[in-house]
């Protein structure tokens, strides 16, 4: 991901940094395409890998979301002890 942050790179540039097979990065980047972190476009015979904002804005929705959820919930909890403790 962080390779992908500034610019796009074919699939064989990216496998290049990586200590594993082609076929190994490969499946990596299929998972990442699916998640719909990257999208994947085809320029002649190399496939072009590109961050797609839209996936990380909705992990951010989901991530936010719990930790509102649990900050709630721990406030609940602090007031409660803070309560008994008086």
Known sequence: MKLLSKDSMT????????????????????????????SITDIGRERYCVLKQDGFNELQDFINFFDNFWNSKL?????ILNNRIK
């Open 11 to 38: 699939i064989n540039a990216l496998a290049e940094n990586f200590d594993m097979s082609r076929p190994a990065v490969s499946k990596h980047i299929k998972i990442m395409y699916t998640a719909g972190f990257i």
């Open 75 to 79: 406030k609940k909890l602090e007031t």
